[in-house]
């Protein structure tokens, strides 16, 4: 049974840095796509930014080159690190997995952990 557990989520100023990291168990973690999803209210849930097993990211519009997505297999975790973070960035972030060809709506998904930018 898979398995994702997200942390790192809190309360951040704006323009400032957090780091999010999502921790899998109960399948092989290297041959899934993993990604980062976010659900901001009044919003439907979006992509943010997705990482491939073989390590070729993607990122949604409104978050390159601020965010980078990252993936350590041998730790099952992958991370999103977050700079520059602006008040629309505020939303609960959700841990994404799923296997190529499948859609991710078809995969895991954790329980999400909330990103609050505000001053």
């Known amino acids: 049974q898979v398995q994702l557990v997200e942390s790192g989520g809190g309360l951040v100023q704006p323009g400032g840095p957090l780091r999010l990291s999502c921790t899998a168990s109960g399948y092989i973690f290297s041959n899934y796509v993993m990604g980062w999803y976010r659900h901001a209210p009044g919003q439907q849930r979006g992509l943010v930014a997705r990482?491939?097993?073989?390590?070729?990211?993607y990122y949604g519009d409104s978050v390159k080159g601020r965010f980078t997505i990252s993936r350590d297999n041998a730790k099952n975790t992958e991370y999103l690190h977050m700079n520059t973070l602006r008040h629309e960035d505020t939303a609960v972030y959700y841990c994404?997995?799923?296997?190529?060809?499948?859609?991710?709506?078809?995969?895991?998904w954790g329980q999400g952990t909330q990103v609050t930018v505000s001053s």
């Open positions: 990482i491939g097993s073989s390590g070729a990211t």
């Open positions: 994404n997995a799923h296997t190529v060809g499948t859609p991710p709506s078809f995969g895991s």
